[in-house]
């Protein structure tokens, strides 16, 4: 008498609660739950609504006392709705202030600097990040180290300097002592460390390409959002900068906050007309964030996305 052997029972894996769902009603849960939505509440609408008025305020002010008289701005309370003479105190803080000459300067001397701290910055933190090379780690330290040392120890060489190379109260003396920053290169070490991978890099050296190649090709792209954001804090920067223009410019060739001084050089300080001419020095600021802003926010966004 033979027996027939039945075939072994497998047994089925339990399945995980937290495994994705298969199949067609599966996929149709992941996409609702990859097209849900957090929603604020109402104390994060009233914080970031309280925050934002803290934040215009400071301008609404420059607006109010640039748009009155000078007895209105100090009487007590202050006013806080503007006044009818914000195109007239415009027009002389333009006209007493040489305006139009310190804004071209500011616009050399913040974009010039503002560019070569982008592109130097971003060209050492891609060799300080990715390229292996002796004395890295020792030359970083000291790229580091010189952000704890105050910028006035270095004004008077640096003036020295400047007067033996001929461009006292010239732009290149504001210029060139500038051209990179410590933290700029910091700043793209650090990002190109994180979203930078080496496969990339290695991909590029084995396909024969050098380093300028790598960096033009590869590095540029994925550096952009970082890049965006180095512009934008650099330039603002170097537009408000004072000390240093103010000891190696004069005023007949100012940059824009040199060039506001003059507004407060009387013996009696007319506030509104230092307020107006504050708001125009604010003005470009503010247009270039307006028009270039967004791009800036989608890149940061858009580097901060991990496929």
Avoid at 39 to 61: C, K
Avoid at 124 to 129: I, N, S, W
Avoid at 142 to 148: F, Q
């Amino acid at each position: 008498m033979t027996t027939q052997s039945l075939p072994a029972r497998t047994s089925t894996p339990a399945r995980n609660p937290e495994d994705k769902p298969a199949g067609r009603g599966g996929r149709r849960l992941l996409r609702q739950r990859a097209g849900r939505q957090h929603h604020a509440g109402p104390l994060s609408y009233v914080l970031l609504g309280l925050m934002a008025v803290l934040s215009i305020f400071p301008l609404y002010w420059t607006m109010v006392a640039a748009s009155t008289d000078n007895t209105r701005v100090s009487q007590t309370p202050p006013p806080f709705l503007p006044g009818p003479n914000l195109f007239s105190n415009l027009a002389r803080a333009w006209d007493e202030a040489a305006m139009g000459k310190a804004m071209i300067n500011s616009l050399i001397v913040a974009g010039v600097i503002a560019l070569s701290t982008v592109m130097f910055a971003t060209l050492a933190g891609f060799a300080f990040a990715k390229l292996r090379f002796k004395g890295r780690n020792v030359l970083l330290m000291l790229v580091i180290g010189t952000m704890m040392v105050p910028p006035q120890l270095g004004v008077v060489p640096l003036f020295m300097m400047m007067a033996e190379l001929g461009w006292s109260q010239q732009l290149p003396a504001v210029i060139f002592p500038t051209l990179v920053s410590a933290v700029g290169v910091f700043f793209m070490r650090q990002y190109l460390s994180e979203a930078l991978p080496d496969e990339l890099v290695e991909a590029g050296r084995v396909d024969g390409a050098h380093s300028l190649r790598i960096f033009w090709s590869i590095v540029l792209p994925v550096a952009r959002p970082a890049m965006a954001v180095l512009f934008m804090i650099t330039f603002v920067h170097a537009w408000n900068d004072f000390f240093w223009p103010f000891v190696v410019l004069d005023m007949t060739n100012p940059t824009v906050p040199v060039a506001l001084t003059q507004l407060s050089a009387g013996y009696v300080r007319d506030q509104s007309l230092i307020m107006a001419g504050a708001l125009l020095g604010t003005l470009p600021l503010l247009a270039m964030f307006i028009v270039f802003g967004r791009q800036i926010v989608s890149g940061i966004m858009a580097g901060a996305v991990k496929g």
